[in-house]
């Protein structure tokens, strides 16, 4: 029942999130403040409430990471560009920036410990080097943003480096959600360093594929997190 509930939030978060792309509305941006966040620490309830235990590296990472929706909200990270970015970064989004960094860097270094490899700490960072370099040739990326850019790439070198090794020393479910996220984390990268606008037709069709992969990939990454420690199936 508790899962089912979740995958209930899911679709509901997933339907208020692509109708607040094409039609944005203050309720739709408030349902989207509460599904969001509340779609992570509902993984986290899932598994107590399931297991009736707290797992520790799985409920702790999504409890985090719903804290970080929440003072993310609204950035360049997650919001289309309407109008000229802020000249100083608002708190709240640098407190979140830290959060996933956090996040990421836990994670990117529990696979590391779990699956060292050579070739993932050097393949993992260098792509993320390589796309953030292209990145940055490719747009003209505005100082405030730059420095998400940045702390967002440092905390995903690392998760790389870790889902790189745990690709090449054979995937579990935690490495399944580690090259999961990666991926997602890359494409939000990207997406933040672009700054596509909106009001163009083709910046328009940009965001909406990348948010919905984004979205889908999200989603899969926490159902991951949840299964490994409370199984969808008995």
Known sequence: MFHLLWILLIIANLIIQLTYFRNPSPTLYLAKRITTPAMLWGGAAVIFMTTGRFALLECSILLAMGLGEIGIEGSQVVEARTEAPEAKTPWTVTAAGVLFLMVNVTLGVVLLVDSFSIIGIILGPAAVILMVLLLRHTYVIPDTVRFQVTVYAVGLAVLAAGAVSALVSGLDSLGIAGLVLTVSDSLVLWRMG?????????????????????????????????????????
């Open 194 to 234: 672009a700054g596509w606008d909106k009001a163009d037709p083709k910046g328009y069709r940009r965001l909406f594929a990348f948010l919905v992969v984004i979205l889908l990939l999200y989603y899969g990454y926490i159902g991951v997190l949840i299964d490994r420690a409370a199984p969808f199936l008995p």
